[in-house]
């Protein structure tokens, strides 16, 4: 055979195997239906798995639709027989019919698409009689059911796919494997040669790159298979899920075919025009990548181009099935995007071009056609394929920067005007900001180039690799105890080449004791137990680490020291947030649960809690999260199996507040957090609570949760504790409610001057600063307050704060850097979108506790100087009211377009405490739930290099603080200025 019938049957026969080129065609076909108006394609294809929740329905029929409401005559079912709602769309003149759910599909679910009467331009178009059967993916995120998914909802940890299956999909010499898992895995516990492995027929293990994220993975051979020999694929149990239990050991045998002779086929994916040429099976602009999600809007879009070289077997041995090859490296480069938040407010930068590398060999096949045999009907096209995205500018390289696994495209593939044209639909999910789940339907089309003599080579990639940003980068203080280290790269590295490339030495000593992974162009190190304070860090970059087209990166060294934490420990833990609820522990008695009352706080005096709390509700789709303000014992943290058992557990109750039964589920304990996601998710109206162990005379692990330096948890912050005391239990009680698709937003007070949260400035802990440097100005710094003095009354003459008095006549000193008290805290918000009537976004806000330092504070009684210190003060955010004027409700924020960039604005009612507060001769006071309302705060949005957000607020006005002792006797009037009030918070690392 001539190299140009090659390509010509390559060409031709891949799609009809039509004569065009001297050949007859050899696919079985039936002329029965060649007159009748069919169903030709439909996305999802009958008997798909993995099906995106977000995916739309497509049908594409031979002859235009002639209906004037087909969609009347389609349902979609799930699998109890309910029907979806969607809208339907006709598109290419009537050809396609475009169904769109009003609401995401279920995970883990079975769904079928029963088509009745539908009529064209050549009559009753003829339908699958049993309908179109397909399954939707697992949930990415979330509890254990609807992390699961089997093909016959069995359950357990399995393999439920193999492609190719070496069944309906050939396996080739040229092939990659992509096994599909019940369960997402646990990335460290895949270990190519140990728990996975692919071994040849003499069982040696075959050099292969191996991808790992969640419930797929692939293995890619780094050269061909030998056709003809038997390799054998093992999952040992040694893999475990992310639940921590093992595999049962599988093996599977595949023998692959010989592809050759092979035949290139290039390929263009084009630009759209501009949203000009639009797909025949989805009627949106082809090779766009939408992407829709709450924090980006769903007008974001980026227009993909470049060309495929498709490597086919030997059509002429594969007639029915035809395998094909896009090898790894193969790139399509996207439009820049310019990023607006929530799609209305814009953030200040564009993405910058957006690359999308495979980083394995995508896996083609052209199939038969489903659901007719007519000769003039399209194959089917199948794509599998494994990418990495990257986006050009920094920013947002660290926020969408992500390998997209075992991605499928299904379509069509047909001759037009001489040349193959493909026409497929497949739905991208990636992730933004390590927060949401993006999602986009994919309109992709490639089109063969006519002259294959004269079509384009392969693009060479010689440009090397670079370090784009990396955390902690030069923000040392915006870290905290228990990060990661990221490294964010201009493009995808290939992973096999950062094995021993990546060095990493603590204290001046070298560690092996740091796991790495990598996502798209991302390296995450993480030392045992994370970054730790007073410590210095150096990690070196060898130019080993390459790129996938072998281009290396340039040694590089990095050294950094985190922030000093003063002391081993000298203040007991305490939970900064606690999601849902309020972190405190609930004085008994206080409570009305019928009526979803959950409390007061404990306090030193009865009645002067304030405000009772409500009971919050949970969204179907949430887990509990609590963060802490020191690292934490892990060991003393364990889930209760049982009623009132276990320092960490999660109960059914009912209205009395007993104990019906525990709720399964898995417990997650971070360095400074724990997460719980339930088995199943939580029921809309049932009354649940979680309780953190604590006590006055703690054992940790039995009846305390405690931190790394044995100090139980403190919940009763209200009180006057002793510096390492525990406190009772904290219980929070929750109504479950329906799944919600606002986003949370974890934010850390960061940078702060108390690192070691004790409520204390300590020598070597960084205050105000002068600035500039003999100026006498001592701005507020982030994460602190300032107080002024305003006057005495009563038997209080003179006061001063930070300084007391000099001379006979008590002249104040003078120490403008000393007015300032230092805060402790961190922030749970939601992101609810766009408000068309205030014209900014929504934002809720979650009430929690702020810690402050104490104050000293200075005044004349009767004449004679004295200090009167505060002590640590309790900062309580409080929740806003409801139409009833009952404080139920979260905090409304609002994020805006200000002059420069986005701001966030809102305006918070606080109570301040002073448990500490002694006045002189035991005299009382009021700082108990002392009201503070109205502080209005407003400030910038910046997005740093590495992705993370950064929130500043500033106070807008003064609020004065009166402190009253012995009931008016004598009076203590402070404030705090406009501008006293600065807040800094910055959000999570965008990967963990």
């Known amino acids: 055979m001539t190299k140009h019938s090659i390509r010509c049957a390559a060409l031709l026969a891949a799609t009809l195997l039509v004569s065009a080129c001297g050949g007859g065609s050899t696919q079985r076909t039936s002329t029965d239906n060649w007159d009748h108006a069919r169903l030709e394609y439909s996305f999802p294809y009958d008997t798909q798995q993995e099906v995106s929740t977000r995916a739309p329905v497509a049908l594409r029929f031979s002859d235009a639709l002639t209906d004037t409401a087909p969609g009347d005559a389609v349902q979609i079912l799930d699998a109890a027989d309910q029907p979806v709602a969607f809208t339907a769309d006709t598109v290419d003149d009537g050809r396609s019919l475009v169904l769109t759910p009003l609401n995401p599909l279920d995970p883990a679910a079975a769904y079928r698409i029963v088509l009745g009467t539908l009529n064209t331009s050549a009559g009753e178009a003829r339908v699958p009689a049993e309908g179109i059967h397909f399954r939707t993916r697992a ?10 998914v089997t093909p016959d909802d069995s359950g357990g940890f399995v393999i439920n796919r193999v492609i190719p299956d070496g069944d309906v999909l050939p396996v080739m010499d040229f092939s990659s494997f992509r096994v599909q898992f019940s369960q997402p895995l646990a990335r460290a516990s895949v270990r190519y040669g140990d728990t996975v492995s692919l071994t040849d027929g003499d069982g040696t293990l075959v050099p292969a790159a191996v991808l790992v994220k969640g419930h797929y993975l692939t293995l890619d051979p780094t050269a061909d298979l030998t056709p003809g020999e038997t390799y054998q694929f093992t999952a040992g149990a040694g893999l475990r899920n992310v639940f921590d239990e093992p595999f049962t050991e599988t093996s599977l045998s595949w023998t692959p075919k010989d592809s050759a002779p092979r035949e290139i086929l290039v390929q263009r994916a084009a630009d759209s025009q501009d949203g000009t040429i639009l797909s025949p099976l989805t009627g949106a602009p082809i090779n766009s990548v939408p992407v829709n999600a709450l924090l980006l809007g769903d007008e974001s879009s980026s227009q993909q181009q470049g060309d495929v070289h498709a490597e086919l077997a030997f059509v002429p041995n594969f007639p029915d099935v035809t395998p094909l090859r896009v090898p790894r490296g193969s790139l399509l480069r996207g439009s820049s995007v310019t990023v607006d938040i929530a799609g209305q407010v814009p953030a200040g930068f564009e993405t910058g071009e957006i690359s999308v590398r495979f980083v394995s060999d995508a896996s083609g096949f052209l199939l038969p056609n489903r659901y007719t045999q007519a000769e003039d009907s399209p194959r089917h096209v199948q794509l599998f394929m494994d990418v990495a995205m ?29 040349v193959l044209v493909i026409n497929a639909i497949g739905v991208v999910e990636p992730e933004v900001l390590g927060l949401e789940q993006a999602w986009g339907v994919l309109s992709f089309r490639l089109e063969a180039y006519a002259d294959q003599g004269n079509a384009p080579a392969p693009e060479i990639d010689s440009e090397p690799p670079t370090l784009q940003s990396w955390v902690p980068g030069d923000r040392l203080r915006q870290v905290k105890g228990g990060d990661p280290m990221i490294l964010n790269f201009s493009e995808a590295l290939d992973p096999a080449t950062l094995e021993g490339a990546i060095g990493v030495s603590i204290n001046g000593a070298a560690t092996d004791d740091v796991s790495w992974y990598l996502d798209g162009a991302s390296v995450v190190l993480r030392p045992q137990g994370g970054l730790a304070y007073n410590t210095d860090y150096e990690i070196t970059l060898s130019d080993q680490i390459a790129d996938l087209a072998g281009n290396t990166l340039a040694p590089e060294t990095l050294t950094f020291r985190t922030d000093t934490y003063i002391g081993n420990g000298d203040r007991a833990p305490f939970a900064l947030t606690a999601y849902p609820g309020f972190p405190c522990a609930i004085e008994s ?42 690292s934490m014992d892990a060991d003393s943290i364990t889930l209760g199996e049982s009623c009132d058992t276990g320092t960490f557990r999660v ?16 417990l997650s304990v971070a360095e400074r957090g724990v997460t719980f996601e339930p088995d199943s998710a939580w029921e809309e109206g049932v009354l649940y609570r979680y309780v953190l162990a604590s006590d006055s005379s703690p054992t940790c692990g039995t009846n305390a949760i405690c931190s790394v330096f044995n100090a139980p948890l403190q919940t009763a912050m209200l009180r006057e504790n002793d510096a390492l005391a525990g406190g009772p239990p904290m219980q929070v009680y929750f109504r479950g409610t329906a799944v919600t698709d606002s986003v949370m937003q974890t934010l850390s007070n960061l940078p702060t001057a108390d690192v070691n949260a004790n409520f204390v400035l300590d020598d070597g802990e960084q205050g105000a600063v002068e600035e500039p440097p003999g100026s006498g100005v001592f701005p507020t710094p982030a994460n602190a307050t300032q107080v002024l003095e305003v006057s005495g009354g009563g038997l209080v003459g003179k006061v001063n704060v930070g300084c007391g008095f000099s001379g006979i006549g008590n002249t104040p000193q003078t120490c403008p850097g000393e007015k300032f008290i230092y805060l402790t805290g961190a922030l749970d918000v939601d992101i609810l979108g766009w408000d068309e009537a205030e014209g900014a976004i929504a934002v809720n806000i979650y009430p929690t506790l702020l810690m402050t330092s104490s104050l000293r504070t200075f005044a004349t009684i009767l004449g004679i100087s004295q200090e009167i210190p505060t002590g640590p003060q309790v900062m309580r955010l409080r929740y806003a009211p409801d139409d009833n004027g009952e404080r139920t409700r979260p905090i409304p924020g609002w994020i805006r377009t200000g002059p420069t960039g986005p701001v966030f604005e809102t305006s918070l009612d606080l109570y301040l405490d002073a448990p500490y507060l002694h006045p002189p001769l035991g005299l009382s006071h009021n700082l108990k739930s002392y009201p503070l309302d109205g502080l209005s705060l407003s400030g910038p949005i910046t997005f740093l290099e590495d992705g993370r957000m950064q929130i500043e607020q500033v106070s807008l006005g003064g609020l004065p603080i009166n402190v009253s002792i012995a009931g008016g006797a004598a009076s203590v009037n402070l404030r705090i200025p406009e501008g006293g009030v600065n807040l800094t918070y910055i959000s999570a690392p965008v990967k963990q």
């Open 139 to 148: 949930a990415i995120r979330g509890g254990r059911d609807a992390m699961t």
């Open 390 to 418: 990257t986006a050009e500018n920094p920013e947002a390289n660290g926020a969408l920067s992500q390998d997209l696994l075992h991605l499928e495209l299904a379509g069509t593939a047909i001759v037009e005007d001489g």
């Open 589 to 630: 008695g206080s409570a009305d649960l019928a009526n979803d009352i959950q409390g007061t706080c404990v306090t030193k005096e009865a009645g002067t809690a304030g405000d009772a709390l409500p009971v919050t509700s949970l969204p179907a789709n949430r887990a509990i999260r609590v963060r802490f303000s020191q």
């Open 651 to 666: 109960e059914r109750v009912n209205n009395s507040g007993v104990c019906e039964d525990v709720v399964p589920g898995t």
